[in-house]
């Protein structure tokens, strides 16, 4: 379903504000009422969707008191919990904008205030433009130093898409790379990768990343290696390539190993079985086998999961903006 099926056609926003929310009921209202502040400064026509990702708190109910009470809220309620990635894929669908879109989180963590720099960025005619973070607060060393090989890896890994280190979600995509992003329908997504791949001008705009303001965190360090999967299998093929020379080195080592063997059985004999460095060289080689069939599994994995070419989510309800007001005017 395209998604202006399912909005009135008149009256389309210029700005559309997308945020994915899981178990946010602590922080929601304080980050619309700063949101709402900011987007009035700026004075574009502007609507904001929510899309509750499955929460198992209060959540919805906090959603549907905001659109009941500002007609520029809209939502999303989706079956169940899909993850940040395709709820924020849901609320793209969704947007209206004719001028850009702006993706952020509810935490609190992405200040709501940045909104007018990534807008005037855009309105420089700039594509896409992302915050970057200068620091990270309240977040422990283990992780900040996890969040860094992770972007400098996938860097590295990642070719010819360029990904910008250190930074989120959080930006502002102008009405024409949207379009090019939404046809990508991949289920192993991986939204940081899909917006470098759309391309276009990008500009990056630094802030300072606040600490969580409510509520906890989903992250997780098997969470993050997960995602580094998606990141890396999404992207490349370079551990398919990695698993090739594995077993070219390892098929070099043996032959050496093997020829030594020969020479050295040719010229003393062999006094003594080989038993030990039989044993070294199967251990070794079925060690590497099963770590190159566990790659080639990834992908397969992925592959798999791909051709069942199942929707990537499925909604409950739908409430564009203004659909409030219309029902009950002020
Ligand atoms: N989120 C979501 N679905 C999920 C997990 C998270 O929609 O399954 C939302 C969450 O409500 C928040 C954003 O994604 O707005 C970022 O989540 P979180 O703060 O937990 O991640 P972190 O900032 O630690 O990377
Ligand atoms: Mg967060």
Redesign the pocket.
């Known amino acids: 379903m395209p998604a202006s099926d399912s909005i009135a056609a008149d009256a389309r926003p210029e700005l559309s504000v997308v945020?994915?929310?899981?178990?946010?009921s602590a922080v929601l209202d304080a980050f619309h009422a700063r949101l709402a502040a900011v987007m009035a400064r700026i004075g574009a026509p502007w609507e904001v969707i929510y899309?509750n990702?499955?929460s198992r708190d209060a959540t919805l109910g906090v959603i549907e008191a905001l659109a009941a009470a500002d007609s520029h809220v809209g939502y999303v309620n989706l079956s169940r919990?899909?993850?940040?990635e395709i709820?924020?894929t849901a609320g793209l669908d969704q947007v209206r904008a004719s001028g850009a879109a702006i993706v952020i989180?509810?935490?609190l963590?992405d200040p709501p205030e940045l909104i007018a720099e990534l807008v005037a960025a855009w309105r420089d005619g700039v594509d896409m433009a992302y915050a970057r973070r200068r620091v990270r607060q309240g977040e422990s060393f283990a992780k900040r130093a996890t969040a860094a090989a992770f972007y400098r890896v996938m860097a590295r890994l990642t070719d010819k898409v360029q990904i910008p280190v250190d930074s989120?979600d959080f930006r502002i995509i102008s009405r024409r790379a949207l379009d090019a992003l939404l046809p990508l329908r991949e289920h192993h997504r991986f939204m940081k990768g899909l917006f470098a791949w759309v391309g276009f001008s990008t500009r990056e705009v630094l802030y300072d990343r606040a600490p969580?303001a409510g509520g906890?965190?989903?992250?997780n360090y098997w969470k993050l290696w997960n995602f580094a999967l998606e990141g890396v299998t999404g992207f490349s093929v370079a551990p398919l390539k990695l698993a090739t020379y594995l077993g070219l080195a390892v098929a070099l080592f043996a032959m050496l190993f093997g020829g030594q063997l020969i020479a050295r059985t040719l010229l003393y004999g062999n006094p003594v079985p080989g038993y030990p460095s039989i044993m070294a060289v199967v251990l070794f080689l079925g060690g590497v086998q099963l770590i190159t069939l566990g790659v080639i599994g990834e992908y397969l994995g992925r592959i798999f999961n791909e051709a069942k070419r199942r929707p990537l989510y499925v909604v409950e309800r739908v409430s564009p903006a203004g659909g409030a007001a219309a029902m009950n005017p002020p």
């Open positions: 945020v994915p929310c899981f178990n946010e899309v990702d499955g919990n899909f993850g940040k709820a924020l989180d509810a935490d963590q989120g969580r906890t965190s989903s992250f």
